[in-house]
Nanobody, 127 residues
Framework: QVQLVESGGGLVQAGGSLRLSCAASGRSFRTYALGWFRQAPGKEREFVAT???????????DYADSVKGRFTISRDNAKNTVYLQMNNLEPDDTAVYFCAAAPSPFPITTIDNYYYWGQGTQVTVSS
């Protein structure tokens, strides 16, 4: 089993920043990709960002077009934690943000490939 716990959500004004964290425990994550997804009220869950988790020195990441240049995904292997730095937030970024793990050494953008999910953390951006 894999457990994922998100934190760092909150209320912020447009143009502000937040950093989400996802602490992972359980099985080894050396071959797992980790991703962030979000779900706004009345909408489907959508991909935000993903990063490889192969224990190597090269970070591979991918982003949704809507967040490129504003969001940055990173990881700390020693802490088994993945972060999502969100800058220049917009009201359309308001959603519940979920961390997820996929059994792949490479970044994965498709939601169906993710096996494990956190409980989510609310991000609200006011205009």
């Amino acid at each position: 089993q894999v457990q994922l716990v998100e934190s760092g959500g909150g209320l912020v004004q447009a143009g502000g920043s937040l950093r989400l964290s996802c602490a992972a425990s359980g099985r080894s994550f050396r071959t797992y990709a980790l991703g962030w997804f979000r779900q706004a009220p009345g909408k489907e869950r959508e991909f935000v960002a993903t990063i490889n988790w192969n224990g190597g020195s090269t970070n591979l990441a991918d982003y949704a077009d809507s967040v490129k240049g504003r969001f940055t995904i990173s990881r700390d292997n020693a802490k088994n934690t993945v972060y999502l730095q969100m800058n220049n937030l917009e009201p359309d970024d308001t959603a519940v943000y979920f961390c997820a793990a996929a059994p792949s050494p490479f970044p994965i953008t498709t939601i169906d490939n993710y096996y494990y999910w956190g409980q989510g953390t609310q991000v609200t951006v006011s205009s």
